[in-house]
């Protein structure tokens, strides 16, 4: 009898063995979380509102919201036999479910990428720090669309990298990703036409080359975008792309005396709304923008409300960063810095204990320091879009409303493209260097002169 001899394991087979395992204990650490929220926001309200106006076959609700959450929420829906979800605190069902499947399934890409750029180690620090990061676990209890957005926003960045070398039926599906990116967010728009240009000039091709991509792949956004933009604009009278939103986060962004934040913006309307709508006085609720945005309106008798939004945004540009540019600008690197440097508090009215800025700080400077430091010295197509891509999104946000919870969507992409940097730094520069400077310090090799013959 012969028994089986066993080889060891390799260290690409431990380090898979590892990412299973972090994947998995990070699917239990957000399915932990689900029903344990205590605060329903009301962008929460909107996704899941629409969701349910899908499942009963109603007419859309006010486009304020990209249709990518509220289609996944109605197809897990439906899928499991319901017919509405239940927008509570404590919340179970389809909308969570929804968001553990697209978490889990965002480790597992962010491992395949990292994998694929620096190996499989480089894949395991990127989706420990995915799957330890908080707030991506607490926002799996909640109906909010950031779970989507980064996934998306990887698939696109992956995508994109894929095709930027191959042939146009990869540029085309890339595009398409692109476009369900779109849906998803639509603020990510701008992270697509970064990449759109990177393809098309990605290894310096001839003119043509380049106009044939960059055309392949917005022409396959649009084909993606465009049914949904087309219904959008049927039923507001108007052009609408994808959603409607846009105006009235601008107003805020740029309205210096509320420092372009949402909550104070209110804060500084309420003695005009309630001079105005004395029945809101009563039951003021902070950060709640519709009697805001109705006296706004109120202003501009000529115009419908999304117009006089946009009217109002302009007058602030004129008023505030043509008439104050230095605070205007203090404004905006405040908007940035706040963007970047805190962590979202998990979706209660406060930070939730569970959530320390100290992870926050550490995970995202250490990701940074991977990402442009990789992007400068590697000089990899892969960190080069994903430097990009991080930064025009975070300053469309800057311009409109920019908060902590903006990162959530950002996070995936950035631990995963920073991890990769950060290890290939290691690899590929530092302990090189570190190896030829010893060899360095001790000096030529010294030649044998054969034995010594003493007589």
């Given amino acids: 009898m012969h028994l089986t001899r066993f080889r060891p394991l390799s260290g690409r087979d431990l380090a898979l063995l590892l990412i299973v395992a972090v994947i998995l204990g990070g699917a239990v650490a957000r399915a932990e979380v689900i029903g344990t929220n205590t605060f329903v926001s009301a962008d929460e309200i909107g996704y899941a509102g629409d969701a349910n106006r899908i499942l009963a076959h ?17 197809l897990f829906a439906r899928a499991a036999g319901y017919h509405s979800l239940k927008i509570t605190t404590h919340a179970h069902g389809p909308a969570q479910d929804a968001q553990l499947a697209i978490e889990v399934l965002t480790l597992v890409l962010v491992a395949l990428i990292a994998w694929m750029l620096a190996g499989p180690w480089a894949a395991l620090i990127a989706v420990a720090l995915t799957a330890a990061y908080i707030p991506l676990v607490l926002v799996t209890r909640s109906y909010l669309s950031e779970p989507l957005g980064g996934l998306m926003l990887l698939a696109a960045l992956a995508s994109g990298a894929l095709a930027r070398t191959r042939r146009l039926p990869y540029i085309a599906g890339a595009g398409a990703v692109a476009g369900l990116a779109c849906l998803a967010r639509n603020d990510l728009a701008v992270g697509m036409a970064v990449i759109a240009v990177a393809i098309a000039l990605a290894g310096r091709p001839p003119w043509r080359t380049a106009a044939c991509r960059l055309a392949v792949y917005l022409g396959c956004l649009a084909l993606v975008v465009a049914p949904w933009v087309i219904y959008a604009s049927q039923r507001n009278g108007r052009f609408v792309p994808i959603t409607t939103s846009g105006p009235n986060a601008l107003f805020i962004g740029t309205y210096l005396p509320g420092h372009g934040e949402q909550f104070q913006t209110v804060a500084t309307f309420r003695g005009a709304v309630c ?46 960063a043509l008439g104050q540019p230095f605070a205007f600008t203090g404004m905006m690197w ?16 406060g930070l939730h204990p569970d959530t320390s800025r100290t992870q926050h700080v550490v995970f995202f400077l250490l990701a940074w320091v991977g990402l442009l430091g990789g992007a400068v010295v590697l000089r990899r197509f892969e960190l080069i879009a994903a430097t990009a891509v991080l930064l025009a999104v975070s300053l469309l946000n800057m311009v409109f409303v920019a908060q902590a919870r903006d990162n959530v969507r950002l996070a995936p992409t950035l631990l995963t493209y920073g991890a990769a940097g950060l290890w290939l730094l290691i690899t590929k520069r530092l302990v090189p260097g570190l190896k030829r400077r010893r060899e360095a310090a001790a000096g030529p090799p010294q030649k044998s002169t054969g034995p010594v013959t003493v007589g």
Avoid: D
């Fill in 58 to 74: 109603e007419r859309y609700g006010s486009f304020k919201w990209a249709p990518g959450t509220p289609a996944v929420f109605a």
């Fill in 275 to 320: 001079a105005r709508e004395p029945t809101q006085c009563a039951h003021f609720r902070p950060g709640y923008t519709a009697p805001m945005f109705r006296l706004i309106a109120s202003r501009y008798p000529h115009l419908s409300e999304n117009r006089a939004a946009t009217e109002a945004a302009l007058e602030n540009l004129r008023k505030y």
């Fill in 334 to 349: 405040e908007k940035f810095w706040h963007l970047w440097s805190y962590p979202w508090s998990g979706g209660n009215s």
